[in-house]
């Protein structure tokens, strides 16, 4: 029996929030719809953050009132605060995202907030979660360098992955915002973070600016990841994060995966029909 990796699918938020051009809601939850057909277990669809700060992600409840929802697929949601968690929870999201930094200029440039600011709002939202039983994920942003600060300290990634594990977390995703991580950074970080959380309990989350994700998701593998995000058609990239690329294409993560001997449970067929649609998006 082959392994299985999971791709995590977040090309409608992580992909979409960087579109200029404003996409139709039909359009989002046409391409959310088709994506829960090529069998994802988990796709995240919405963030409820402030709509002067990504106007694309300002329909969130729309989306999440549209898409037909299939058993067995949670449809996740970002929420940076309690304004957002509550959207979230109106909008029946099935799981909910918060995400800190490890950098504090990311940190400030994304949220307004220094990283001990953004950890005191994030845990209201986790004690709110806790309490209504609403699953939360975490990501820990800029895990191996930082477009204003430069370099990350693997030990304060570690540490940050231990305040959202200590908040309730169920899995923490690692990103590399930028996209600019090599591999052997991308192994050091894994070895401090791997002291607080188990692979169990990671994702990777590779943008893919210079063309290293694979290269990285290989790292993760070794380290014994076994869930990885992507984005469907290799969309977005970060608002906040000049320069970042989008998120590895999930296309080619789930060719990589399956190459590497993975089962992932994805039908390909339908996964390119999505990555059409997800590219005739963003052409327009
Ligand atoms: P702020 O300006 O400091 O917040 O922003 P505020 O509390 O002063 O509120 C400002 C305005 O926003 C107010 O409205 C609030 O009501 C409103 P006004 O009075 O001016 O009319 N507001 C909200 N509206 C809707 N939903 C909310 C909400 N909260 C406040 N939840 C804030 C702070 C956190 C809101 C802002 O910085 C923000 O929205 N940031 C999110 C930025 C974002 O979405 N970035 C992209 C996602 S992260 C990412 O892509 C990385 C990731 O992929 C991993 C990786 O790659 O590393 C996850
Ligand atoms: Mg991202």
Sequence with gaps: MPERAEIFEVGP??????????IATSDKVALIDHLARAGFARIEVASFVSPKWVPQMADGADVLAGIT??????YAALTPNMRGYAGALAAKASEIAIFASASEGFSKANLNATIEESLARF??????????????????????????????????VARLVAALRDMGAYEVSLGDTLGHAWPAQVDAMLEAVLQELPAAQ??????????RALEN?????????????????????????????????TEALDAHLRKRGFETGLDTEILAQAADMARRLREG
Excluded at 13 to 22: C, I, P, S, T, W
Excluded at 69 to 74: E, H, I, P, T
């Design 13 to 22: 938020r992580d992909g979409l929030q960087n579109e200029a051009r404003m």
């Design 69 to 74: 929802r299939m058993d067995g697929v949670s």
């Design 123 to 156: 845990a209201e939202v986790a004690e709110a979660a806790r309490a209504d039983g609403m699953p939360m994920r975490a990501y820990v942003s800029c895990v191996t360098q930082c477009p204003f600060d430069g370099e990350t300290a693997p030990a304060q």
């Design 202 to 211: 990671l994702a990777g989350h590779f943008h893919d600016t210079a063309g």
């Design 217 to 249: 998701v290989d790292v993760a593998l070794a380290r014994g990841l076994r869930v990885f995000d992507g984005a469907v058609g290799g969309l977005g990239g970060c608002p906040y994060a000049p320069g970042a690329a989008g998120n590895v294409a």
